[in-house]
C-alpha cells in the first residue's frame, strides 16, 4: 500500500498526558498537512510542511502543539498537557507541488479522546 | 460567516436520483476540491477544478469562478454513494484547504 498512513488509528488518553501522532506520506510528496476534524464538522487547517521546513502554522495551534518533520519524509505531531478540547480526528494529507494546484491524498486519521 | 458554505448539510434520496450538492465560497481560490468521507473518517479526493467542468463516471463537478460557486452532481445514485461529501478551496501558494461542514448524503434503496 502506497498511499498515506498514519499510526495511531485510536487513541485514548487521560487529560494532562502527552501524545504523539504519526503520519506517513506518498514517498514522492514534498508538500505534507495536517488537519483536525471534531465531529459533525468540517476539517481545519493545523499546519503543514514542504520538504522539512515547517511553512505555516494556524492559531488553532497552541503552544501545547508541536509538528515536525525531520527529514522531509514522515511527520509527528505531539499535542502536550492534552486537554478534553483536543479530542478530535487528526488528519494528515500529503501532495507533490508541481504547479498551480495540487491534489491532496489523505491518511485514515488518528481518531484522539481525551478522558 | 464561513469561507467555505455548503447546501444542504443533509440530503436523503431515493436509489436512482439525480444528486446536487452546493458550495460557495467568498475568497479567491487557486483550486476547489470535492472530497468524499465515509463513516470512520477516511477521506477520498473526488475532484480539484480551477475551471469548467469534471466527470467520473457517475459524478460531474462544476465551477463558476465569477460567481464562486461549485456543484457536485450523482446521476444514477446507488447506497453505496451514501457518505459526507465536503467542499474545500486552496489558497494560493500554500494550497491549505478550507473546507466546507459536508453534506450528508444518504441513498435509500
Known amino acids: 500500500d502506497t498511499g498515506v498512513s498514519q499510526d495511531p488509528r485510536h487513541k485514548i488518553t487521560k487529560r494532562g498526558q502527552n501524545v504523539t501522532f504519526r503520519c506517513d506520506p506518498i514517498?514522492?510528496?514534498?508538500?505534507l498537512y495536517w488537519y483536525r476534524q471534531t465531529l459533525g464538522q468540517g476539517p481545519e487547517f493545523l499546519t503543514y510542511f514542504q520538504n522539512e521546513a515547517q511553512l505555516e502554522k494556524s492559531r488553532l495551534l497552541s503552544d501545547r502543539f508541536s509538528a515536525e518533520r525531520p527529514k522531509g519524509s514522515f511527520s509527528t505531531l505531539e499535542i502536550q498537557r492534552t486537554e478534553q478540547g483536543d479530542s478530535a480526528m487528526y488528519l494528515c494529507?500529503?501532495?507533490?507541488?508541481?504547479?498551480?494546484?495540487?491534489?491532496?491524498?489523505f491518511g485514515p486519521g488518528t481518531r484522539l479522546t481525551v478522558l | 460567516k464561513n469561507e467555505v458554505e455548503q447546501s444542504p448539510q443533509n440530503l436523503t434520496a431515493q436509489e436512482g436520483e439525480f444528486i446536487t450538492i452546493n458550495c460557495s465560497y467568498s475568497?479567491?481560490?487557486?483550486?476547489l476540491h470535492w472530497l468524499q468521507q465515509h463513516p470512520g473518517g477516511g477521506i477520498v479526493s473526488l475532484f480539484m477544478?480551477?475551471?469548467g467542468k469534471k466527470k467520473h463516471g457517475r459524478l460531474i463537478a462544476t465551477i463558476n469562478i465569477q460567481e464562486k460557486h461549485s456543484s457536485l452532481h450523482i446521476t444514477a445514485s446507488h447506497p453505496r454513494d451514501s457518505a459526507v461529501y465536503i467542499c474545500a478551496v486552496a489558497n494560493f501558494g500554500n494550497e491549505k484547504l478550507t473546507f466546507g461542514t459536508g453534506t450528508r448524503l444518504t441513498i435509500i434503496p
Open positions: 475568497v479567491g481560490i487557486s483550486a
Open positions: 477544478l480551477s475551471s
Open positions: 514517498s514522492e510528496h514534498n508538500r
Open positions: 494529507a500529503s501532495s507533490l507541488r508541481q504547479g498551480v494546484a495540487d491534489t491532496q491524498y
